[in-house]
């Protein structure tokens, strides 16, 4: 464990799951001074890209990251420039997790519709959300499946290999943290690219 400084704040989140210890963390350094620290303990096993992609989003520096006992440990550092997201956006966050289960649940009964068979994982949410909106309805964004990856996240919903492989393709050159594309064969989901 790190040896504590004066400045150095612990933020102990054990036991909590995505999205709360990214939001408590992001609460608590709203409240600190510039150049303040605060060392952070998850359990969470997405917390580690969630931490990762947080920091590159709102500008607040990651002085260290590591995992000890089954617990992540992150030490932040208050950057000058950082803007932590506010409650109204969390609330927004929230909503926008029910609304993607009632969508993925909403295409799962309807009989009319091509069930998706392939699915594209992102590095953050906020990048499949900009994603979906760069891509203008031509895939539909849903919760991660538990098979693929047990953390808080989001995929597109793609039907065909192909199709799937040129969204891929576009969002990586325009930029987007694309990851892979999975395949749902049966109850099971397997890694076809890259």
Not at 51 to 78: H, P
Not at 114 to 142: M, N, Q, Y
Request: hydrophobic share 40%; charged share 30%.
């Amino acid at each position: 464990m790190e040896v504590l400084e004066e400045k150095e704040e612990v933020l102990d989140l054990t036991g909590l799951m995505c999205p709360l210890p990214v939001v408590m963390t992001s609460e608590k350094m709203r409240k600190l001074k510039e150049g303040q620290k605060l060392i952070v303990i998850s359990t969470d096993p997405g917390f580690e890209r969630d931490i990762l992609s947080w920091c590159g989003q709102t500008g607040n520096e990651l002085v260290s990251l590591k995992k000890e006992d089954g617990k992540v440990v992150a030490v932040l550092r208050k950057g000058s420039q950082a803007i932590e997201p506010s409650l109204w956006y969390w609330v927004k966050f929230h909503s926008l997790g029910v609304k993607l289960h009632v969508r993925h649940i909403l295409m799962s009964l309807n009989p009319f519709i091509k069930k998706p068979d392939h699915f594209i994982t992102f590095t953050a949410i906020s990048e499949g959300t900009r994603a979906e909106k760069f891509l203008k309805g031509r895939a539909k964004l849903i919760p991660i499946p538990d098979e693929i990856d047990p953390r808080c996240g989001v995929v597109l919903a793609v039907h065909g290999y192909k199709e799937a492989k040129e969204i891929y393709d576009q969002l990586q050159k325009e930029g987007f943290g694309v990851e892979a594309i999975y395949k749902k064969e049966g109850k099971e989901y397997r890694r076809v690219y890259p």
